[in-house]
């Protein structure tokens, strides 16, 4: 592909302490994919997305979004950046003490300031979208994970991102509402021509909703290909990962766990 | 949310503030009074527990309280929203979370504890005033008039600076303490212990502080 990358993940190096959890990363994310990242719990594929958003710095490498390089960008322009990035958390993430409206509503009152009835009228398609409708007086305690994590994909879609990232969609989740969540990212970014990014270990979940799929082990991106390819990949890593064996290369956690997600 | 906060800081405290001056007033009456009294001089009570409140124990005393009440709470609630990911979704929508969540507390806890200082003040005269007439046998209306006899603008003044400073001490130091959280449940409750601690310390150690530098100042 030569058109330029939504996000470039450009030779990152990321530290904590002692510990490297991203060595020298490389991935490119094109408008429209609906990009899988896969990796072992802890592997640092959740830090990849708190790269893109800003909220980590690379220790070395570059993160570009479009044309701009995300860790040069001012407060003012970053938080310009991410609202136009939606993010869903592995825990959703919702405002405890705001009712699922007022979570809702929050970015738009706090940055752009339309009409109430205006705002009104987006909680209430946005709820529809995600099957969540009539719900916007209850309280995230009130709901179940899965309710949970589509009021948070709904508050992701209140600013009409152009990317999505998803931390662990399923994690936790029945398999029957894992399917339910698989199908509405594959809805929704069909449908709103969104771009996404997806962390995940969950392999079924994984192929069902990607367009391509990279795969994180020991800080390195060692495969990225279409699901067709990636399942068939002569990698030994990749193959132990996917059909989910113990005899391989993969043998034990890795040893940043603890600090990178 | 500025007016959420201002209510649950602001009047949500006042029955706790109303109650302890109350009591302090009334206590500190007695036990100075009957000292003075052996001198003859219990009609000081008034000018002495009115200075010490407008100057001193009013802001102080305010401060000791929110520090308890509303410190403790905005630490665990900050704390709670940080290891949530709460705290970090609202940076990832682009919201900044100095502007959206300490700005409206730092603004509340500031303003309100002049307020809440004035109405420390009058509850501890209250008291004062009504045990000297029931113990020390000076009228209320004799009390009232050495208070407002004694009293003089730059205590007042004072005071009410005191007051506002403590608040954004707290302030800060509550949500500092809450944004800093790391550990979930346990780092959260050391962490609301800790802001307690600390903002009483503080607020001691800066009235200490400001003390000696206004009596050097004024001499």
Known sequence: MSETPLVHLENIVLRFGEKTVLDGIDLKVYSGDRLV???????????????????????????????????????????????????????????????????????????????????????????EIVGMSGTGEKLPSELSGGMRKRVSLARALMMQPELILFDEPTAGLDPVISSVIDELIIRLTEKTNTTSVIVTHEMESAFKVATRMAMLYQGKIIEDAAPDRFRVSANPVVHQFVTGTTEGPITETPPNADSAE | MLFAQTDRTGVGSIPLVLMVSFFLGLTMALLTG????????????????????????????TGIVLAARIGAAYTAELGTMQVSEEVEAIEAMGIGPLRFLVAPRLVAIASLMPCLSVLSIIA???????????????????????????????????????????GLLIGLIACYQGLTVTGGAEGVGKATTDSVVISITTVIGFDTLFNVMVTRITG
């Open chain 2, 34 to 61: 009957y000292q003075l009294q052996k001198f003859g001089t219990e009609r000081l009570v008034p000018t002495l527990i009115s200075i010490a409140f407008t100057r001193e124990l009013g802001p102080l005393l």
């Open chain 1, 37 to 127: 990242i896969l990796g072992q719990s802890g592997g640092g594929k959740s830090t990849m997305l708190r790269l893109i958003l800003g909220i980590l710095r690379p220790t070395t490498g570059v993160v570009r979004y479009r044309h701009l390089q995300v860790q040069k960008l001012s407060r003012s322009k970053l938080n310009l950046l991410r609202s136009r990035v939606g993010m869903v958390y592995q825990y959703s993430a919702l405002i405890s003490s705001m009712s699922v409206g007022e979570n809702l509503a929050l970015p738009v009152e706090e940055l752009r300031r339309k009409p109430r009835k205006e705002i009104e009228e987006l909680i209430k398609e946005n709820l």
């Open chain 2, 124 to 166: 501890a005269l209250v008291g004062s005033a009504l045990i000297s007439w029931a113990a020390l046998n000076l009228v209320p209306d004799a009390y009232f008039d050495a208070v407002l006899t004694s009293l003089i603008v730059s205590d007042i003044v004072i005071g009410l600076f005191k007051a506002m400073f403590f």
